[in-house]
């Protein structure tokens, strides 16, 4: 049987010469949610994002068997 779990998150969109910056941000937020759910026999099943106005919706989905 298997366990499911959903971890979302928000990034805002800021003025900044840096045209990679939610990408940056994304990267460092995504690589700790994995650090710390793979440590609980979590496995990233799949994603899911979506934008509204200057902000970035982030959903990993994780399952692990129970």
């Given at each position: 049987m298997k366990?499911?779990?959903?971890e979302?998150?928000?990034?805002?969109?800021?003025?900044t010469f840096d045209s990679k910056h939610i990408l940056k941000d994304s990267t460092k937020q995504i690589q700790s949610?994995?650090?710390t759910y793979?440590?609980?026999g979590w496995i990233l099943?799949?994603?899911?994002?979506?934008n509204?106005?200057?902000a970035v919706y982030y959903y990993l989905y994780?399952?692990?068997e129970v």
């Open positions: 366990e499911y779990k959903v979302s998150f928000i990034l805002y969109s800021k003025l949610i994995l650090d793979s440590k609980e099943a799949s994603t899911d994002t979506t509204f106005g200057a994780f399952e692990r």
